[in-house]
């Protein structure tokens, strides 16, 4: 139905996490009316993520350069660092504006099922980081895999480092969320996790 240069636009743009056939069909016919100079910068913005998008070498954030601009940062806390999943969790935080300290970034959780193991994780990094701050925030995600991340940093972290406060992230219901449609983990952290109206 399409021109060979197109459907292999169309694959191109199916194989990105949420984009589905007609949502890719529409991205490719729209990049075949773009002009020539624009569709030039957007296969350069490409080609620059792949060729000089780094980890930051301090906390595995995405960077162009060797230290991410959160970690050079003389304002941010580094004193407190918020550990996450990936450079995804560290973006949402930024956005929603709250925390002024450093991240560390483990590149996923253990997960034996899936062959991961802590050592495949940037763990040792983060307990060498640990020993010069005063508060690690543990904010893996509230999964299986998650909390069993959450509960091996936190050991590791006491044992390494014991004058270092470890805390997590109180998981509870999304805004707007209704009770109904929350899972009984979402409920019992909302639930424990409760604070004051005063």
Do not use: W
């Not at 020539?36 to 960077?63: H, I, Y």
């Not at 109180?170 to 019992?188: C, I, V």
């Amino acid at each position: 139905m399409y021109p060979s240069s197109i459907q292999k636009l169309i694959e191109s743009f199916r194989s990105l996490p949420g984009v589905g056939e007609k949502t890719a069909e529409r991205y490719a016919l729209s990049v075949s009316e773009m002009e020539p100079e624009k569709v030039e910068q957007f296969a350069l913005a490409l080609t620059d993520v792949r060729t000089k998008l780094k980890r930051c070498s301090v906390c595995g954030n995405l960077s162009d350069q060797d230290e991410c601009e959160i970690c050079r940062n003389p304002d941010r806390s580094h004193k407190q660092i918020f550990v996450v999943q990936s450079p995804k969790d560290v973006i949402a935080m930024e956005k929603a504006g709250e925390y002024r300290g450093v991240y560390h970034v483990l590149n996923g959780v253990i997960s034996p099922s899936k062959g991961v193991m802590p050592e495949d994780l940037e763990i040792d990094k983060l307990v060498e980081r640990a020993a010069n701050c005063e508060e690690v925030i543990l904010a893996t995600s509230n999964t299986m895999d998650g909390e069993t991340t959450a509960m091996y940093l936190d050991r590791l972290l006491r044992e390494q480092c014991p004058d270092l406060l470890v805390t997590r992230i109180a998981h509870g219901l999304p805004a707007g969320g209704l009770l109904d449609y929350a899972d009984e983990m979402t409920l019992a952290y909302a639930l424990s996790n409760r604070r004051s109206m005063k």
